[in-house]
């Protein structure tokens, strides 16, 4: 039953009722009727409440869990090799795409740069998916990233970067930044660049991300991102929620709301 599963979902999330019924812009009685069976949800309700559990919208509708999608190794293999050698990561396939695309995108513009490391390209990921999210209600990657001590952390970066680097488009380098360590990404020249899975105006917004981050350290973009209110809401080692990017402070905020 439809109703038990979203209560089990926002349980499991540690979720208000509260928090619910505002992202699907209704009451708490009338979200309270949903969870009780007494209500359905509309289709425009269902999407926000699959984007809010970060669950495929087909699973959500069904009450399953997130399903495992396999991704497989690109190269001149037999079908039967790229089974065998199949990644299996917990997000669809279009979703695995801009991942891809993006990462490679922001090294091939600045990877090179002393300051990109390893830790940059985390809060760059971060504020690419959580800016895109304030600005257009809408999710561009729409990757999961949870809480470290260091700032928001994308999941699925080291199952990626291990992908690229097996399919030479990445090179992995050791390197230090003013006396700190640090993990550097090169983008193999040679290797042609395919962004079919990012629309013009999620590469206008990217660019502008990278305009305006893309020169920080790794110490001043983290501590950016400890300013934010997903990063500051979040529980230890616990995902980041989207809709909090409405209750950003003036420092990480970057959308122009209307005076109430």
Known sequence: ????????????????????????????????????????????????MAEVFDIPFENFLEGKEDTKTVIKIEGKKKQKQEAEDAI?????????????????????????????????????????DF??????????????????????????????????????????IKSKFYKHEQTKYLVNPNEPLNLSALSAQELAHIDWEIDRLGDLTATQISALSHLDTPWVSAKDREPLEYEHVFYRPEETSVREYEPL
């Open 131 to 172: 800016d895109y999210y304030e600005k257009f209600e809408e999710q561009l990657i729409g990757a999961k990233y949870i809480k470290n001590h260091y700032g928001p952390t994308p999941v699925m970066f080291a199952k990626f970067i291990e992908r690229l680097e097996k399919k030479g488009k990445v090179e992995k």
């Open 88 to 128: 299996r990561i917990n997000v669809p396939q279009e979703k695995a795409e801009k991942f891809e695309q993006t990462l490679l995108y922001i090294l091939a513009k600045i990877g090179g740069k002393p300051n990109i490391g390893q830790t940059v390209l985390y809060k760059l990921l971060y504020f690419i």
């Open 1 to 48: 039953m439809l109703s038990k599963f979203i209560r089990e979902q926002r349980k499991k999330r540690n979720l208000t009722q509260e928090f619910l019924a505002s992202a699907l812009k209704i009451s708490r009685p009338t979200y309270m009727q949903i969870e009780q069976g007494e209500r359905d949800l509309t289709i425009t309700e269902a999407k926000k």
